[in-house]
């Protein structure tokens, strides 16, 4: 039934403890992990639960510090925030972070119903976008030329070379020339099993038929590839080896 986990910061023990009523009456879907009331356990807490916590209900003032000071430290935070707080002269410094509420004390009911609405809704479309992005995973990449785009399934590819300005792609039927240069391939070679293994090359991991300790790799269509020095100790742990 708990879809939802939320982190309370408030120095006021009470007050925290009042919120989490507020917020058991109101949805049952969203279970309180952890309750944090000074500023270092905040930090300390947020260090290890940032990942995991979906809500942050947030106070403004933890121990004479401000609660906006605590997000600054952790930029990358995914959790919706919610502040709620005794003071109102704060509420442009809030608006920066796009809070679901800005709700000062005491606890309006219907305040705290509408903020926590607004959290769990963009909580469901962010989970329902990695959800459709996990399923349909793009399989296929278009290659842009001086006539056209040709597409390619990924798993064909063998290998990448940059040439001057030019990419080559050679795939398992074919080879094509794109008038882009490597770096512009990233998007495909950073999400799928490819590996740099020297300035002018990008091989796919899967077409790999055997490694040569002199520094040389050989590809399903017998493509021999230079794998640099400063890359074969990267290399060679991708793959377990029986010695």
Known sequence: MRKYN??????ELSAAELLVKHVDVLRKDINISNIFTSWSKALDGLRVERESCDILLLD???N????????KIFPD???EIVFITAHSDFALNAIKFSPCGYILKPVDDIELANSLDKATKRI?????????????????VGIF??????YVDIKDIIYFESINQYTKIMTQKAEYISSY???KFSNVTDRYPFFKTHRSYVINLKNILRYETSGIVIMSNKKEIP???????NFLQIFDAIH
């Open 6 to 11: 939320a982190i309370i910061i408030d120095d």
């Open 60 to 62: 403004i003032s933890i």
């Open 64 to 71: 004479g510090r401000n609660g906006i000071d605590l997000l």
């Open 77 to 79: 935070i995914k959790s």
């Open 124 to 140: 469901d479309a962010q989970r329902m976008t990695k959800s459709t992005s996990d399923n349909h995973v793009e399989e296929r």
């Open 145 to 150: 030329n001086n006539k056209g785009i040709d």
């Open 181 to 183: 240069h490597l770096g």
């Open 227 to 233: 794998v640099s020095r400063s890359q074969r100790n």
